[in-house]
């Protein structure tokens, strides 16, 4: 699979602040998916982008495809605590072959109240 | 729905034993896939099936095997358990045409070999 470098690693964070992380790769994409994943369960799609150039909101999240189809990033606006958890950037190559995806180690985000 | 369902949500396992993990969707999808989920990694794809009776082997797919004799059901082979093979393993599920492919991922196994 293809390397994906997601950063940062991990946020600390006090409620109400600003969040961004980004994702970048050697290789293009066609599609750029932003997962979250909370303790014990799978990774849920916030949001999917499938243009480069595209931006995107869900709410208080915001996310880019990158106009060289190799990076992505994730604004997260106004954060809460229920924002904690591991975000997952994954690039996706769609062919006939199939289309998996490939993720990023993810970056864990704390909120203190 | 359902969404993607997985079974057993917990197993421990000897070295050398041989399981089943079973997977299943109710949304008609036509695209399943297995990952598995080190800790502090992303996840990699072991396994993958573009519609019944079609799989194929994705980044990771040694010591796995799969059947999809079903649109509903992908189970993961584990044939002879080893200590390497401890992760969490996600089923995912998607329809794709060619223009869209959304996987939703079910809850996870999470499988310790000893």
């Known amino acids: 699979g293809q390397q994906l470098n997601q950063s940062p690693q991990s946020m600390f964070i006090q409620e109400g602040e600003d969040v961004s992380m980004n994702c970048t790769s050697s290789?293009?994409?066609?599609?750029w998916l932003w997962y979250k994943q909370e303790p014990g369960e799978g990774p849920v799609l916030l949001i999917a982008?499938?243009?480069?150039?595209e931006l995107t909101s869900n709410g208080r999240l915001t996310a880019q495809f990158g106009i060289t189809r190799k990076d992505s990033f994730l604004n997260i606006s106004a954060s809460i605590p229920s924002d904690v958890g591991i975000y997952f950037c994954?690039?996706?190559?769609?062919?006939?072959?199939?289309?998996?995806?490939?993720f990023g180690k993810g970056t864990s985000l704390l909120v203190t109240p | 729905n359902a969404g993607v369902t997985q079974t057993p949500k917990f197993r421990i396992l000897k070295i050398g034993q041989s399981m089943t993990l079973q997977c299943a969707q109710d949304?008609?999808?036509?695209?399943m896939y297995w990952y598995r989920q080190d800790p502090g990694m992303g996840l990699k794809l072991i396994y993958y099936?573009?519609?019944?009776?079609?799989?194929d082997k994705g980044e990771v797919p040694n010591g796995y095997n799969v059947s999809r004799s079903t649109t509903e059901d992908f189970p993961l082979r584990l044939e002879l358990a080893a200590p390497s093979q401890t992760s969490v393993y996600f089923c995912?599920?998607?329809?794709?045409?060619?223009?869209?492919?959304?996987?939703?991922f079910g809850p996870g196994t999470r499988l310790t070999v000893l």
């Open positions: 995912a599920s998607s329809y794709s045409n060619l223009a869209v492919d959304t996987q939703y």
């Open positions: 290789s293009i994409f066609n599609t």
């Open positions: 982008l499938y243009k480069a150039g």
């Open positions: 994954a690039g996706q190559l769609r062919s006939n072959s199939g289309y998996a995806l490939n």
């Open positions: 949304m008609n999808h036509n695209y």
């Open positions: 099936s573009v519609g019944a009776g079609i799989t």
